[in-house]
């Protein structure tokens, strides 16, 4: 069956921040090399597995149960460091420019002061609704966070549309029962198969809900 999305004139659009609107590619790559290097972990099988999830969720998996507060410290300040490394994701001027500020939301798996810093140095608007790490009990895959942001801008679920670069931003979309578009910045379109639609560009998702309005 045919997956529908809302309405233009309906709906409300629910973004991730990291990889869908800020191009935080190096800057995670980095900071998770540097924390690995400095507390003997594996990187790459971090780096596998980190993107759209928090880091309190992502460290105990990776390292000693004693250097997991150290750890999380350590992120957060390099990551408070290296804010030159970031920029907008290509397109997300442009859309966020032409919504309504009721319209929109960010839900991200980072904390709130973080990432509405990473907007700030990337050029971008600060969100009326942003449902951050700190925001919910639990982090995607679950749907609390998009389920809140809904909730916050006064819409049901099948009025909201999820942008998501994630896997695991893809499933919480889908289990919060909204239309999800994945966003090819750091994961292939294989790894987004169960986003409703895909597109390579922010420029591209007029196109798509346009065609999967209903008529």
Partial sequence: MTAV??????????FDIDGTLVDSSRLI??????VAAEFGADADAILAV???RRDAEVV??????????SVLTRIQQLEAEGVALLS?????PELLGGLPADRWAAVTSGPSGL???RLRSAGLPTPAVLVAADHVENGKPHPEG??????????????????????????????AGMFVIGITTTHSADQLAEAHAVVDSLSDIRAVLAAHAPR
């Fill in 5 to 14: 999305a809302p309405a233009p004139a309906d709906l409300r659009l629910l």
């Fill in 29 to 34: 790559v980095d900071v998770w090399r540097r």
């Fill in 50 to 52: 980190c993107h759209g």
């Fill in 60 to 69: 105990p998996m990776f390292f000693r149960a004693e250097d997991v507060p």
């Fill in 88 to 92: 907008p994701v290509a397109g997300a």
């Fill in 115 to 117: 990432m509405t810093g």
């Fill in 146 to 175: 998009y389920l809140a942001a809904a909730d916050a801008l006064g819409a049901a679920p099948q009025e909201c549309v999820v942008v998501e670069d994630a896997p695991a931003g893809v499933t919480a979309g889908r289990r």
